[in-house]
């Protein structure tokens, strides 16, 4: 797992963080050189100051790191920061909803690609962010195999996987779910997973 990086995008040492720790907007949370592909603001934490969260990716572009900054009466600290794939077939979407939760829909790939939702929670106790939730479906953008989806609650443990399976005439047929419960599971989001590892996908 990717936890930090140089500016120019190369392995951490000791010495260096992906991220300054605090700032006064996204432009001064975001390294030299680095762009910003997707950010937003929300309250994450319910205190009534607006909190941060952008998508941020190297200048070779081999990188792309989700980081969060919480509202303070200076600007924003930064809370948390999750690897995610790198060479996105789009700009991420990020919101934060009333209830306060982060969500990131991506999606990466080709042909074959990987759609997925991650759903994050500030946790009070901790001052840092937990995964809450992750939704990841495995697909041909041009109907050439079926379909695989992945559901996880971290909070619950449940966890529900669903194959859809393409007919000849092109169309995917849900077949049935199946649901696993597991141990609730505490993850902060710098150990989100990749969604190929938890569609059980082998990368080259």
């Known amino acids: 797992m990717l936890d930090s990086l140089d500016k120019n995008g190369s392995a951490p040492t000791a010495e260096t963080t992906l991220l300054p720790t605090t700032g006064r907007s996204a432009a001064s949370l975001t390294p030299p050189g680095w762009a910003r592909e997707s950010e937003t603001a929300g309250d994450l934490d319910r205190d009534g100051r607006a909190d941060l969260a952008l998508i941020l990716v190297s200048p070779d572009g081999e990188h792309r790191v989700l980081a969060v900054g919480r509202g303070t009466p200076q600007g924003f600290r930064k809370v948390g920061e999750a690897a995610l794939p790198a060479h996105p077939l789009q700009p991420a979407v990020v919101g934060v909803s009333e209830r306060g939760i982060l969500s990131v829909e991506d999606l990466v790939g080709g042909d074959t690609a990987i759609r997925t939702t991650y759903r994050f929670r500030y946790d009070g106790q901790?001052?840092?962010?937990?995964?809450?939730?992750?939704?990841?479906?495995?697909?041909?953008?041009?109907?050439?195999?079926?379909?695989?989806?992945?559901?996880?609650?971290?909070?619950?443990?449940?966890?529900?996987?669903?194959?859809?399976?393409?007919?000849?005439?092109?169309?995917?047929?849900?077949?049935?779910?199946?649901?696993?419960?597991?141990?609730?599971?505490?993850l902060y989001m710098e150990s989100t997973p990749e969604p190929s590892s938890v569609l059980g996908l082998t990368v080259a």
């Not at 971290?154 to 995917?172: H, I, P, S, Y």
């Open 126 to 186: 901790s001052g840092r962010v937990r995964l809450v939730g992750l939704d990841a479906t495995h697909f041909s953008r041009s109907g050439q195999h079926d379909a695989n989806r992945v559901s996880i609650n971290f909070v619950t443990g449940e966890r529900v996987d669903q194959l859809e399976k393409l007919e000849a005439d092109g169309t995917l047929t849900p077949q049935k779910a199946r649901r696993r419960k597991g141990r609730p599971a505490v």
